[in-house]
């Protein structure tokens, strides 16, 4: 591996020279911000005892200029502040958003680890796993608001092949929708709400909304591709959020694709308890029926929906619910799990992101190793070790 | 009161359904392990009982009329069958032959799906003992006379089935 460390050394020195902005910008602006909200106090205060000054006649010339005056910075302050904060969280994404001879580890060093550690496995440094296998697997059913949204995914780090007799195929993925947001949502409804009463009042007929004339209300994951043809796909890998309007992160993890080892027919969904911003994502149907497992532990953690229970349990051996046990101890109880006609689905969400030369921190960058890269490789036949599906006594051929 | 005693009555329904799978399950074993030991006999010459003391075995699971009945001709049988795959053991020919793989893996398979209906049943029982002794359903089930069902144990053992280790030759 010696032949790496020239590139691990030119990145370490570019590291050395890159640095996040300075903490003193936010608490500069922030002080600016409450200098602001005092300045308008003040006017405010001010412009009312210049008037109970004037209403008693007095001179109340200089009490109206401070106000004045004060107001006038104030407003200046809130600007100021805007974009100092601007700048500064726009130096802090572009900070987070790093990479360091990025191309050339990805293009050549990874792909030489890759072959030497699993020998024809393939390696695609921004390659994705089938659009539809991700589909099928059900974790990323849009609700009514978020099919109103342009929604895509993006990969990174893709695998494929055959560890110890399973074909997998594996990737970092991101899931990210573009729109409305609940926040946005509630405010348009406001507004309409005091459009309507204000339309009622004066008599006016009311606007067609489009509703009901269209027949494909709900927007496909294909329209929504069509749509963004035309606008630049963002593959932005911070997570991001949005307030009214805006790109948000939906989710952030590897999926793994995977033969199982038993051939069936019907779906089983492990769905995490734990609610963070996925929750509606993986809400499971309603309609299937809820199984329990021997193992305690992963009925306390997940929820368990399948087709039939017959194939649940023909599915969910012993063994294998052992292994769902100690992945979740590995990786977190935030996986979920879709195993639908001999085929496997995971997904966990991840705030590292694996196979990079570099990581970021939050106020410096490090270079990883190349014993941290190695630890990465590993980590994905764990994974389908862990999972316990290599041994294909059954009637899968 | 009518939404609780419909769903002990449910679950209750729950259980013979689930019980209905095992027998399905074993039946399908006693129809299919006949023609597949029929194609694997003269490789087991030395084990000329099995393939009588199957049919004889199928021909008393038919007369049973009570759960334990059943399962008790459904531990015998699988008994029976973990001999023919420690026969198998001993005689290291055989385990190439695709006739017997075909054998090991039906026997494992039906085993599997055997193991996956008592589970399943177990998970019936399970509901259906809850759904009666909680407050205030423990009442109605008085009432209307549920009484508690019993657990099967579970006959066909995943982790005794992979001691045998048939991988290492399939």
Known sequence: MNQFSEHFEAVKKQASTIKPPSKLRFIGSSLLVLVSVLAFIIAIICFFVGIIVWVIQYDADLIFLIAKSSFIGSIGGWIFAIIMFRSYFKDTTKFKNTSILRRDFKMDVLPQMVASTYGDLKYQFDGIINENHILESGFFSPSFLTSLKERW??????????????????????????????????????????????????????????????????????????????????????????????????????????????????????????????????????????????????????????????????VLSPTIVDAIDKLSTRLGKHLSMTLKDGKLYLIAPMNKDFFENITINENNISVNTIEDIQNDLNAIRDLILALNISNRIWTKA | MIWTYNKIVKNKNHIRYTMQNIDIQLKKRFEALPNIATTVKKYLTHEKDVHSDIARLRSQYKATNTKEESLGIEQQLSELLSTIMVSVENYPELKSNESVILLQRSINEFAEQISASQRAYNNAVLTYNDSITVFPNNIIAGIFGFKKEEYMSIITNEQERKNINLNTYL
């Open chain 1, 153 to 314: 995914f993006f990969g990174d780090d893709y695998f494929s092949g055959k560890i110890e007799n399973v074909d997998f195929e594996f990737c970092e993925l991101y899931y990210k929708t573009k729109g409305v947001t609940i926040g946005g949502w509630a405010i348009i409804i406001i507004i309409f709400t005091i459009s309507i009463s204000f339309l009622f009042r004066t008599d006016m007929d009311l606007p067609s909304l489009g509703i009901g004339e269209d027949e494909s209300f709900f927007d496909t994951l294909e329209e929504s591709k069509q749509k963004r043809k035309e606008s630049i796909v963002d593959r932005e890998k911070v997570n991001q959020k949005a307030f009214l309007y805006g790109t948000k992160t939906n989710f952030r993890g590897f999926f793994i694709y995977a033969d199982f080892h038993k051939s069936f027919k019907g779906t089983i969904n492990i769905r995490t308890k734990k609610k963070f911003g996925m929750s509606k994502m993986l809400s499971v149907s309603k309609t299937m029926n809820k199984v329990s497992v021997e193992n305690a532990l992963v009925n306390k953690k997940y929820t368990i929906r399948a087709t039939d229970a017959q194939v649940a349990y023909y």
